[in-house]
């Protein structure tokens, strides 16, 4: 079938063996087979005349559309995606040794995570390629975000979880309509079986680690960052890592805006991940093709055995200059206090991940101390309550007498006085 080209994309370009394929509903590349490495090109002549167009416009994602691969009829969903806050927090900084750190809050996302970037894209291209419904399989994110969307385009969703999503993800999808198929086993099986049910049902699979168009809206962050530093862009961009496709977006968009010339040199990328599940880490450093890992962390959003997006991921790491890191989970906790009570901002292990890195970073002398850095946190800390309550400490529970409270506070020396 023919689909008309979003106007400034130009064709898809397979990473690995550089066949370029015709823009259509493509996953895999025709030569090599590989899944996930087809990338959108545009005519970045073009766009580049838009560069006082895209900064008079809303703050929001949709305002780099012309490098998102979605027609200029399409209607954008009306939900509020991107242009999340950055927060300048010295106090973070200090702690991990640093002399400048940001955090760029993504858990503002409608549906409080990353994954809104694609899914918004996702759901056009859904309604572009005449498909009502839709599926993805996911860790809990993608698939509460895909709800969401979904929710707000009309469409129909379908949705693969592996056992281990927490189940505030899972009520958020129910609570947006979606059908919500519980997979006994990984997310690797919630996967397979997602895209045989695309196969059989003639549903649009979101998954993000084969589609091309679903990173395309994950480089919304990366261009943000570039457009809300600009000449200050920080000397590392720190994220957490699962199928590699938010730091392959992220890495995308910031070679694309010093293209565009609102930076002049693209930061670092440090991936972030969690020790119980490293494919992509070993696979980095190993230089030899990626060996499914086991995929044990408290950080579910990360718990990728089989990530779909590791070639991609290392290119781009790699074109940075960047490096990768692996974190324990009990660094992981330490960084979920230390970021909300020190950045103010409340996160979800995978989505403190990042600044549970760059903490061992600036302390393994990988990240020098008067270096800058953005973490982006990825999802909101009220997705996954029973992980946050492993990082905090106990309610102090009593009567309602003000006698009981100060003897109380004085025996744990919470205020001064004789007990
Ligand atoms: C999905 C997700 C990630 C990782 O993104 P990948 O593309 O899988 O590498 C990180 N943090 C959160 C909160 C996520 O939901």
Same mark, same amino acid.
């Given at each position: 079938m023919e689909f008309q080209r979003p106007e400034f994309v130009t064709h898809l370009r397979c990473l690995l063996c550089g066949t370029t394929v015709e823009y259509g509903n493509v996953f895999t590349c025709p030569t090599c087979g590989v899944d996930g490495i087809l990338d959108v090109q545009y005519n970045y002549d073009a766009v580049s005349n838009r560069r006082s167009a895209i900064s008079g416009r809303p703050l929001n994602h949709w305002r780099y559309r012309e490098l998102l691969p979605v027609s200029s009829d399409s209607p954008l969903p009306f939900l509020h995606i991107g242009w999340t806050p950055v927060y300048d927090v010295p106090r973070l900084a200090e702690v991990l040794g640093l002399s400048k750190l940001f955090l760029k809050d993504d858990g503002r996302n409608p549906t409080n995570s990353f994954k809104d970037r694609a899914s918004s894209v996702g759901v056009i291209k859904a309604q572009e390629f005449g498909f009502t419904t839709i599926a993805c399989a996911s860790t809990g994110n993608a698939a509460s975000s895909l709800a969401g969307l979904s929710a707000a385009a009309g469409l129909r969703s379908f949705i693969f979880v592996p056992q281990r999503a927490p189940e505030p993800k899972i009520t958020q999808l129910l609570i947006f309509g979606a059908t919500v198929i519980r997979v006994q086993g990984t997310y690797e099986q919630a996967f397979d079986l997602c895209r045989d049910a695309c196969e059989l049902f003639g549903w649009y699979n979101r998954n993000s680690g084969t589609n091309p168009y679903l990173v395309e809206?994950?480089?919304?962050?990366?261009?943000?960052?570039?457009?809300?530093?600009?000449?200050?862009?920080?000397?590392?961009?720190?994220?957490?890592?699962?199928?590699g496709c938010t730091i392959s977006g992220i890495g995308k968009g910031l070679q694309e805006m010093k293209r565009l010339g609102f930076i002049n040199r693209v930061p670092r990328l440090l991936g972030v991940q969690a020790e119980g599940s490293r494919p992509l880490l070993d696979a980095f450093f190993s230089g030899k093709d990626l060996l499914p890992s086991p995929s044990n962390t408290i950080a579910? /959003?990360?718990?990728?055995?089989?990530?779909?997006?590791?070639?991609?991921?290392?290119?781009?790491?790699?074109? /940075?200059?960047?490096?990768?890191?692996?974190? /324990?989970?009990?660094?992981?906790?330490?960084a979920m206090r230390l970021t909300a009570r020190l950045g103010g901002v409340f996160g979800e292990p995978a989505g403190v991940a990042g600044v549970a890195g760059l903490k061992k970073a600036v302390a393994a002398g990988i990240v020098k101390p008067d270096a800058s850095a953005v973490a982006v946190i990825t999802g909101n800390g009220l997705k996954d309550i029973a992980s946050a309550k492993k990082a905090v400490g106990q309610t102090i529970d009593i009567e309602p007498s003000i006698e009981v409270l100060a003897k109380r506070l004085r025996e744990q020396h919470l205020v001064k006085g004789s007990i």
């Open positions: 809206g994950k480089k919304t962050a990366g261009l943000e960052i570039g457009e809300q530093f600009g000449a200050a862009i920080p000397d590392w961009a720190v994220v957490s890592v699962g199928d579910d /959003s990360i718990a990728v055995g089989t990530p779909r997006n590791w070639r991609r991921a290392i290119q781009q790491i790699t074109m /940075s200059g960047g490096t990768m890191i692996a974190v /324990s989970d009990d660094e992981i906790l330490d």
